[in-house]
């Protein structure tokens, strides 16, 4: 049995994440999740996102304004489900008078890792259209990663030139795109293991939670997802131009 916590009590922070068609909301509290809820069906987010958080709400006993704050998913990711994401957590943020936290996709998947410091990692996700988004990251003394670059789009094949190993690769990016970062690194290509492979809005929280603690909050009004292409009407405008 695991030793109790010796941390004080703190209210929960309640994470949204809806980056990918796997999404997830959890109920954070000193880096424990409490509660956690994901899907992954057809059926999008704004058919079930208000449901699972009131779900998991009510699972916990908690009140919306017993809540720190709320934590979202900004990206990058799906366009639809980033807006939705952040959208709903920009309304109960204004609704109910709670702090905002932006936390970026990859940041979250990177995070679903702990490795001996110095470990190279690279977080990518599938960005459709025969191209990946992708950060990288190195382990710190802790374990956890520390961010290296800026968020990039770009073909697999691409990336698989940038990258040299032993480097551990996590996100759906790399399960879809497998067979071409085993034939550019061979063994040195390190797949996580499969249940790190989709965004969890446990991770996300725990990230809010250190932005929070650090005072780094959303504007509720102004926000935008971290898109880092166009969209696809952007560029059919500009292609109309």
Same mark, same amino acid.
């Given at each position: ?37 994901? %899907?992954?069906?057809?059926t ?12 998991i ?16 998913? %900004? ?10 994401g ?30 001996l ?20 990251? $190195? ?12 968020? %990039? ?49 446990? $991770? ?38």
């Open positions: 049995m695991a030793a109790p916590s010796t941390q004080p009590a703190t209210k929960p922070l309640l994470a949204i994440e809806c980056a990918t068609m796997c999404g997830s909301v959890a109920l954070i509290s000193n880096s424990r999740c409490l509660a956690e809820y994901s %899907l992954d069906v057809q999008t987010h704004s058919q079930r996102l208000l449901k699972q958080l009131e779900l709400r009510q699972k916990v006993g908690v009140e919306w304004p017993e809540l720190a704050g709320l934590a979202v998913s %900004l990206g990058p990711g799906s366009f639809t489900g980033l807006r939705i952040l959208s709903v957590a920009k309304g109960l943020a204004l609704a109910v008078g709670l702090p905002l936290m932006g936390v970026s996709t990859l940041d979250g998947l990177a995070r679903q890792v702990v490795a410091p110095g470990t190279k990692l690279c977080a990518l996700l599938d960005a459709r259209k025969q191209e990946v988004y992708a950060a990288f990251y $190195t382990s710190g003394e802790d374990g956890l990663p520390v961010r290296t670059g800026a968020d %990039l789009v770009l073909r697999p094949e691409r990336l698989a030139e940038q990258l040299s190993g032993p480097i551990i690769l996590v996100g759906d990016g790399a399960t879809t795109y497998r067979e071409i970062f085993k034939n550019q690194l061979g063994e040195a290509a390190i797949f996580a293991p499969s249940a790190s492979h989709f965004p969890r809005a446990a $991770t996300i929280g725990q990230l809010g939670e250190e932005l929070l603690a650090r005072g780094e909050l959303l504007d509720p009004v102004s926000s935008v997802p971290i898109y880092v292409r166009a969209s696809e009407a952007e560029i059919n405008l500009r292609q109309k131009k």
